[in-house]
């Protein structure tokens, strides 16, 4: 009881609104859920009497149960203080739980137990389990409103030395932000370059002379001059 004292002091509200409808809906399946009729052989009368969640169990019972004492270990581990991540976070879960029991019990209005030919009502305790699974589903919504989202995900040693070797200045290969270098162009400005180049870039994209060859078009030899006389041959 000291444990279960703790835990609750361990919890915030909303944890502990979620706590309480999960409680209240495992206590109700202890409720009269549905009324039966027999024939009494004897006497010839009918008699009615009432049954529990588990007078019956089937599929839905089961999953009921399950969904309320799930919540209440979540809840319990929780106030633990263990981690884990759950998807959507505890409020999505909470949520979800909540809304699958409230369709498993509406689902047992269409598909109620067998009566042996007799029909078969529905009790009180079916309707305040509806209002329970409804009051699981609204604190789950409440709790993934104000929940704060869980830690990202750690990543690999591997990733994270490989992007510090890529940011380390000086190391080959490593990256660098563009618009960071200034070239100078053909007018002689000094104009920010498009991309900042490595020099074994820039050794690639440098011009290579030309050998072996001359001008194009030859220059003429001599400019001549219309007031100079022409001169001749020997």
């Known amino acids: 009881m000291t444990r279960l004292a703790h835990a609750w002091r361990a919890l915030g509200a909303e944890q502990r609104l979620t706590a309480v409808a999960a409680l209240a809906l495992l206590v109700t399946m202890f409720f009269p859920w549905y ?78 137990p067998a009566g042996d030919g007799y029909p078969v009502g529905i009790e009180w305790g079916f309707f305040l389990a509806f209002v329970a699974a409804g ?51 053909a007018d002689g400005e000094v104009r920010p370059a498009a991309q900042a180049r490595s020099p074994a870039q820039r050794r690639r994209s440098a011009p290579i002379p030309a050998q072996g060859r001359g001008q194009y078009p030859p220059a003429p030899p001599e400019q001549l001059s219309f007031e100079d006389p022409p001169t001749r041959g020997d």
């Open 35 to 112: 009324s039966l009729q027999s024939l009494n052989r004897r006497s010839g009368a009918i008699y009615s009497h009432s049954i529990s969640a588990f007078g019956d169990v089937s599929f839905v019972e089961a999953a009921i149960f399950l969904v309320a004492a799930g919540v209440l270990g979540m809840l319990f581990a929780r106030a633990e203080g263990r981690k884990f991540q759950l998807p959507g976070g505890d409020g999505t879960i909470v949520m979800l739980a909540g809304a699958w029991a409230a369709l498993l019990i509406f689902y047992r209005v269409f598909s109620r």
């Open 135 to 185: 009051g699981l589903a609204l604190a789950g919504w409440r709790t993934r409103v104000l929940e704060r989202p869980g830690p990202p995900l750690t990543r690999s040693r591997e990733r994270r030395s490989r992007e510090r070797t890529r940011r380390a200045p000086g190391a080959s290969g490593a990256f660098q932000e563009p618009f960071a270098a200034e070239e100078p162009f």
